[in-house]
């Protein structure tokens, strides 16, 4: 019955997005030109919101059996859902900028925010201020979906008619594999990155032509998908020198690479406030965690058969999503390119993207993923199909208008909604639809428990498996929290353990997530031991002076040396000299590019 249930409201969806687009726009799905003038028109004006309406409406089609079934709950729900939480905390704290996750590894904490970039963190936390946190999965994905296809539509606008561009925003927005993402994986960053690629197309574009004012603004897109997501940022990367290379090819000058490559330069500095402290203080924690052997790109090849159980069923999964974007690119790539006058280097640019993004899904690709600098860490080959999501939409919405039969063209984008259709289909019924995780969360977290910490920002040290706390069963989201473990514990002289404190005490006067004071009263010497993962950030001053803390073997817990008396301890997570240089960076780029981009019109003048 419940099958029954789903596979009606598929069905309703699958017409929506199949018919959506073909019942409410103009009557002219041809290829145009549009000269820049075009854009500040009444009718572009009156384009822009159409297409914005049936973005939002193709959005709401794709979230909307969250509204019956729950959350979808993917690989990373726990991840975002917690970070969200935390940082949401923290602001009521007065902290605007998080940088210590308070409330991983069962609240002893861990630098999250220092490695993992902000826009996701700070969107889920705003949305999770207003709305329960029920409800912040979906309007998260609303959001990305939105602007993934707006982003879509500005650079489709300027090489097809608004038909055929809105066209391509709803079928960039409503992507197999970003329903792979939010249904699936439920990789929110990795989406929001994925949603700016068109806009890296566009502006690269017109860089290669030459117009350096789109420079700036290539500098910004390429510094927003660093902001949102990691491997989406390394995709960008080397896809976006690869389009700057064709570009130079075909216009038979460096121009396009160097002017290009000033704005990845100016994009670089943008995020240094992020970029260099998650670069320098990687020596800090495991960040190696993040290649464990199960999520190397040599075990994750499309047809991959040498890895974990539960790896190698999701790769099947994403196979078949693999395999037949590529399949519809190459048929929707060749008759796109019967027609290609006047779109040739659009044409162009796209099959190297096509061909590049295919291609290093496959096992044969294995020595670029080992020499080429920080590939290694998309980890997931098939994660490229972030980049083939591009030129399929724009090669299907292409091919739609190389035929010169209007019936012909609304033939193709309805095949187009119908393929989109069917993968939404069985990955809606195949996924795991759960609403418990944000409760989950939420009861650990209110409970002074917290929730389970990552790998790869594991500080030194610390085996955060062994950490007390850990529920014995931690993915039974009906079980009740742990008790709280102590803030404040000691180191036996005895035996050397971690023991509850006897002949001290404590009594706290600020415990947040980036500082900690409290007055210590102690019979005799002791060894305090903090309920805190030692970090080279933090600094601790007992009655005023300076200390080094010590560390807990296997846990890395923060170790004092108290002697006996009265003592006031402040403990707190301080601006390290990376991250402020990163920021001066930032300002000093950010200050550059409004000055590059006011004295253009002036020389133009």
């Known amino acids: ?154 650079l489709a606008r300027e090489w097809f008619s608004p038909t055929a561009a809105i066209a391509a925003a709803v079928l960039f927005a409503a992507d197999p594999y970003h329903l792979v993402m939010l249904y699936y994986r439920s990789d929110f960053a990795e989406l929001l990155g994925a949603a700016l690629l068109p806009l890296l197309f566009w502006t690269a574009i017109h860089v290669a032509r030459g117009e350096k004012h789109f420079v700036s603004a290539l500098a910004l897109v390429f510094a927003g998908i660093w902001l949102c997501n990691d491997p989406v940022g390394v995709i960008a990367t080397y896809s976006l020198a690869l389009a700057l290379v064709v570009a130079c090819f075909l216009r038979r000058s460096l121009r396009p690479l160097l002017l290009g490559g000033a704005g990845m330069a100016a994009g670089f500095a943008l995020i240094a406030f992020y970029l260099f402290p998650a670069a320098y203080e990687q020596r800090w924690v495991q960040i190696n965690g993040a290649l464990s052997p199960s999520l190397q790109p040599a075990h994750n090849f499309l047809f991959a058969r040498d890895n974990e159980q539960g790896f190698l069923e999701f790769n099947m999964r994403t196979t078949r999503v693999a395999m037949s974007m590529i399949a519809a690119t190459l048929v929707a790539g060749v008759l796109f390119a019967r027609r290609r006058r006047g779109v040739s280097e659009l044409w162009s640019i796209l099959l190297a993207a096509a061909v590049s993004s295919s291609f290093i899904m496959f096992s044969p690709s294995l020595i670029f993923w080992r020499l080429m600098p920080k590939l290694a860490f998309v980890q997931f080959p098939w994660r490229w199909m972030d980049m083939l999501a591009v030129p399929l939409a724009l090669f299907v919405t292409g091919a739609a208008v190389s035929f010169r039969k209007r019936w012909a063209f609304w033939l193709v984008v309805a095949l187009a909604a119908g393929y989109v259709g069917a993968v939404a289909t069985t990955i809606i019924e195949d996924g795991w639809w759960d609403d418990r995780d944000a409760v989950y969360l939420t009861r650990g977290i209110e409970a002074a428990h917290g929730f389970d910490g990552t790998d790869e920002y594991a500080p030194l040290g610390v085996s955060h498996w062994d950490l007390p706390g850990e529920p014995a069963d931690v993915d039974d989201k009906e079980a009740d929290p742990p008790p709280e473990t102590p803030r404040i514990e000691m180191v036996s002289d005895e035996s050397g353990e971690v023991v509850p404190a006897a002949g001290v005490s404590v009594k706290f006067e600020k415990w947040t997530a980036e500082r900690r004071i409290f007055s210590v009263k102690a019979a005799n010497d002791v060894s305090l031991v903090v309920r805190l993962l030692n970090y080279p950030a933090w600094e601790v001053r007992i009655d005023g002076a300076h200390v080094s803390p010590g560390y807990a073997d296997v846990t890395g817990q923060m170790v004092l040396p108290v002697t006996q008396g009265a003592h006031l301890i402040d403990i707190r997570f301080r601006r390290t000299w990376d991250r402020t240089l990163g920021l001066i960076i930032s300002l000093i780029a950010a200050i550059a590019l409004m000055l590059f981009a006011w004295r253009l019109p002036r020389q133009r003048e």
């Open 1 to 154: 019955m419940a099958t029954i249930r789903r596979s009606c409201v598929i069905i309703s969806i699958l017409n929506f997005l199949g018919g959506s687009v073909i019942t409410g726009v103009s009557k002219n799905p041809g290829v145009e030109q549009a000269p820049a003038a075009h854009f500040a028109s009444p009718e572009a004006h009156s384009s822009t919101r159409m297409a914005l309406l049936f973005v939002a409406l193709t959005a709401t089609a794709v979230i909307s059996p969250f509204f019956l079934f729950g959350n979808a709950s993917g690989h990373d729900i726990q991840f975002h859902l917690s970070s969200w939480m935390d940082v949401s905390r923290q602001w009521r704290e007065g902290i605007i900028f998080p940088r210590w996750c308070e409330w991983a590894n069962w609240g002893f904490g861990e630098p999250r925010y220092i490695f993992y970039p902000p826009v996701s963190w700070v969107l889920g936390g705003a949305l999770g201020s207003v709305l329960p946190w029920r409800m912040v999965p979906g309007a998260v994905i609303w959001v990305a979906l939105v602007l993934a296809g707006m982003s879509m539509w500005f």
